[in-house]
T-cell receptor
């Protein structure tokens, strides 16, 4: 089975722009979660989608949003980018919601200039 | 919400020695505690996990212990090898049908020296 695939691998944007990141889960996995990883804060939960519905949301501003499609692929969007949004964005999938085994993708490294 | 503290932030050991990483959590309802290993430039990978109904779990050279009363859990790596060098993250979660949400510690950079 192919692992969790995230695209693009790297992104460079400027302040004020918006960005969309993509995540394809492992085949058969229906839950997709997003995490932000920064050197100082570690991994912080953004949100989780299951069956196209947001199940959980972390403490991030409304500029961060996401969605999930019927094939379980997910996208997250960040609008009005700020310098502090520079981070590695990790996507993780699991077979069902509430299942403990998370499988992470390699992430999208976002740099905001 | 849940808060997870992890110590130490860096740990250097000699090859063959043991390494211990400790985490504390704040929400007594948390019932699932995984540990992830992240090598430089790679994705986090689950290495071991424990549920709150178990006090200890072992898998070859790694083990995790949980003290629910004190709300802390630890990762133990014995006979460390250079390939154990990585960042280790602990996490806590409340497993329900209501979704996946892991709260992570800030990570421990483990360096195994020859």
């Amino acid at each position: 089975k192919a692992g969790v695939t995230q695209t693009p691998r790297y992104l460079i944007k400027t302040r004020g722009q918006q960005v969309t990141l993509s995540c394809s889960p492992i085949s058969g996995h229906r839950s997709v979660s997003w995490y932000q990883q920064t050197p100082g804060q570690g991994l912080q939960f953004l949100f989780e989608y299951f069956s196209e519905t947001q199940r959980n949301k972390g403490n991030f501003p409304g500029r961060f949003s996401g969605r999930q499609f019927s094939n379980s692929r997910s996208e997250m969007n960040v609008s009005t980018l700020e310098l502090g949004d520079s981070a590695l964005y990790l996507c993780a999938s699991s077979p069902v919601t509430g299942n403990e085994k998370l499988f992470f993708g390699s992430g999208t490294q976002l740099s905001v200039l | 919400g849940e808060n997870v503290e992890q110590h130490p932030s860096t740990l250097s050991v000699q090859e063959g020695d043991s390494a211990v990483i400790k985490c504390t959590y704040s929400d007594s309802a948390s019932n699932y505690f995984p540990w992830y290993k992240q090598e430089l430039g790679k994705r986090p990978q689950l290495i071991i996990d424990i549920r709150s109904n178990v006090g200890e779990k072992k898998d070859q050279r790694i083990a995790v212990t949980l003290n629910k009363t004190a709300k802390h859990f630890s990762l133990h790596i014995t006979e460390t090898q250079p390939e154990d060098s990585a960042v280790y993250f602990c996490a806590a979660s409340i497993l329900t049908g209501g979704g996946n949400k892991l709260t992570f510690g800030t990570g421990t950079q483990l360096k195994v020296e020859l």
